[in-house]
């Protein structure tokens, strides 16, 4: 199986930061690697497909970048509307799908 | 515009069976697509339980195999899960979505029904 690791588990940011999230894979994944938001009470967004590609609707400060085992999610220019929690799913193994643990964008 | 709802008890006793329903609209699941049921226990993570190809093939987590039977009901416009023999440790809320098979990512999600288990 798959794991994914996502680092840190939670990051304290302010307004305007820029904020880096890390997700590493247990092996080569190329760029089947996606990333969602999940606000509380609320299912998961997607905002990244195929490691770098936007979905439609999905503000330009969010951008990914990486392949093989390691990926970023940056956010430009941190919003108010961006504190979430950050999942990473990798999907070189499908059908078989696997989340990270989650990053925790909090107000600093 | 797709649209998913998932309905079913939200509490079920030890032992017993969890089954789940999920309605789609705006979308006809015999045109095509992967369907499948995450869940997340409160205050965790996202973990895959299954997805289903309109023709009836299913995959599943090897952790919860044993225990897991997705189908789907193309006249209804509707998969289902069941979940056998559940215990505390399977009380999540669990979420139907659509796998979009090009990038095999979940690209529409419902809302979520929390489901206990407790007696």
């Known amino acids: 199986d798959i794991q994914m690791t996502q680092s840190p588990s939670s990051v304290s940011a302010s307004v305007g930061d820029r904020v880096t999230i890390t997700c590493r894979a247990s092996?080569?994944?190329?760029?089947?690697l996606a990333w969602y938001q999940q606000k509380p009470g609320k299912a998961p967004k997607l905002l990244i497909y195929?490691?770098?590609s936007l979905q439609s609707g999905v503000p330009s400060r969010f951008s990914g970048g990486g392949s093989g085992t390691d990926f970023t999610l940056t956010i430009s220019s941190l919003q108010p509307e961006d504190f979430a929690t950050y999942y990473c799913q990798q999907a070189n193994s499908f059908p078989l799908l696997t989340f990270g643990g989650g990053t925790k964008v909090e107000i600093k | 515009q797709v649209q998913l709802q998932e309905s079913g008890p939200g509490l079920v006793k030890p032992s017993e069976t969890l089954s789940l329903t999920c309605a789609v609209s705006?979308?006809?699941?015999?045109?095509?697509?992967?369907w499948g049921w995450i869940r997340q226990p409160p205050g965790k993570g996202l973990e895959w339980i299954g997805s289903i190809y309109p023709s009836g093939t299913t995959y599943y987590n090897p952790s919860l195999e044993s225990r897991v039977t997705i189908s789907v009901d193309t006249s209804k416009n509707q998969f289902s899960l069941k979940l056998s023999s559940v215990t505390a440790a399977d009380t999540a809320v669990y979420y139907c979505?659509?796998?979009?098979?090009?990038?095999?990512?979940?690209?529409?999600w419902g809302q979520g029904t929390l489901v206990t288990v407790s007696s």
């Open positions: 195929a490691a770098s």
């Open positions: 979505a659509r796998v979009w098979f090009r990038y095999k990512v979940f690209d529409y």
């Open positions: 705006g979308y006809s699941i015999s045109s095509g697509y992967y």
């Open positions: 092996q080569g994944i190329s760029s089947w």
